[in-house]
T-cell receptor, first 114, second 113 residues
Framework: AQTVTQSQPEMSVQEAETVTLSCTYD???????LFWYKQPPSRQMILVIR??????QNATENRFSVNFQKAAKSFSLKISDSQLGDAAMYFC???????????FGKGTKLTVNP | DAGVTQSPTHLIKTRGQQVTLRCSPK?????VSWYQQALGQGPQFIFQ???????QRGNFPDRFSGHQFPNYSSELNVNALWLGDSALYLC????????????FGPGTRLTVT
């Protein structure tokens, strides 16, 4: 069974600094996708960044980037120049190529201190 | 362009009752997925609807059922509610073909007393 593990229930960062959120996953599939979603207090899940497993290059979206280590089954999210609006729950998620079912981790609560 | 909408926002039910939650997908999307998010947990996949049929199902009992209408909107029905069904129910829509991201709605907070 595919599982996603986020080992950091809570993280905090100072405004303008950099923080890295960890995620590991377990799968025997070769075709899969990985995602980071943000869920602010408004509850709406927002896609932050995605990574296709077949791509070696790490995905980047503005201040958000990932470190995808396929052999180690690790998929961490780096947030640079943290802003107050980045405060939220962050969920790592996985999906196989043959399915649209997303498997989520338990989340990491990120606090940004001014 | 309206995103995914869900109704109601909140509701409170009593054990044993039945509930229906509604979802309208993002414009142009034809696939709807439902997730249950218990407090302090990540969302759990319930099922997915495409072309008015259940295409994929997670590990949820038959008390959870759904429906998709010709306009792609969807309903989630839960019968014989348990206290453990209290959760945030999220709807996500996407396009059926190829790889497309899922767009989530704001959710319905269900409390069972």
């Amino acid at each position: 069974a595919q599982t996603v593990t986020q080992s950091q229930p809570e993280m905090s960062v100072q405004e303008a600094e950099t923080v890295t959120l960890s995620c590991t996953y377990d799968t025997s599939e070769s075709d899969y996708y990985l995602f980071w979603y943000k869920q602010p207090p408004s509850r709406q899940m927002i896609l932050v960044i995605r990574q296709e497993a077949y791509k070696q290059q790490n995905a980047t979206e503005n201040r958000f980037s990932v470190n995808f280590q396929k052999a180690a089954k690790s998929f961490s999210l780096k947030i640079s120049d943290s802003q107050l609006g980045d405060a939220a729950m962050y969920f790592c998620a996985y999906r196989t190529g043959g399915s649209e079912k997303l498997v989520f981790g338990k989340g990491t609560k990120l606090t940004v201190n001014p | 362009d309206a995103g995914v909408t869900q109704s109601p926002t909140h509701l409170i039910k009593t054990r044993g009752q039945q509930v229906t939650l509604r979802c309208s997908p993002k414009s142009g999307h034809d696939t709807v997925s439902w997730y249950q998010q218990a407090l302090g947990q990540g969302p759990q996949f319930i099922f997915q609807y495409y072309e008015e049929e259940e295409r994929q199902r997670g590990n949820f009992p038959d008390r959870f059922s759904g429906h998709q209408f010709p306009n792609y909107s969807s309903e989630l029905n839960v019968n014989a509610l348990w206290l453990g069904d209290s959760a945030l129910y999220l709807c996500a829509s996407s396009l059926s073909s190829g790889y497309y991201e899922q767009y989530f709605g704001p959710g319905t907070r269900l409390t069972v007393t």
